[in-house]
């Protein structure tokens, strides 16, 4: 089995149609955490399948996706989560994925 690496995925995209899609995609993958920015708990192989089913309802030449690699979801995933005003919750056993 391949280790899960977390991942913070944001996403600006310019049309409310694509943007609802891009939100059920990434909705699908992971956990919300704050307005168009997840925490996805994921495989390679799902982190292939998570961009793959973004391709297919994103305009890339106007629409944006980020993937920031935040390590293992059990050691530097929490860790390097810091917040002004009250925090949201992060979850801390590797469980931002939706299965």
């Not at 977390?6 to 995609?25: A, G, M, N, P």
């Not at 973004?54 to 995933?77: H, K, Q, T, W, Y």
Request: aromatic letters at 10%; one cysteine or more.
């Amino acid at each position: 089995m391949s280790a899960r690496r977390r991942y913070i995925v944001s996403y600006d995209i310019r049309e409310t149609k694509r943007l609802r899609r891009v939100h059920q995609v990434v909705k699908e993958f992971g956990y919300a955490f704050q307005y168009s920015v997840y925490i996805c708990d994921l495989t390679k192989s799902e982190l292939l399948d998570l961009q793959w089913a973004l391709r297919e309802e994103m305009n890339e030449r106007v629409d944006s996706v980020a993937f920031i690699d935040l390590g293992d979801p059990n050691n530097r995933g929490t860790d390097c989560i810091a917040f002004m005003g009250p925090p949201s919750s992060v979850p801390v056993d590797g469980s931002a994925r939706i299965i």
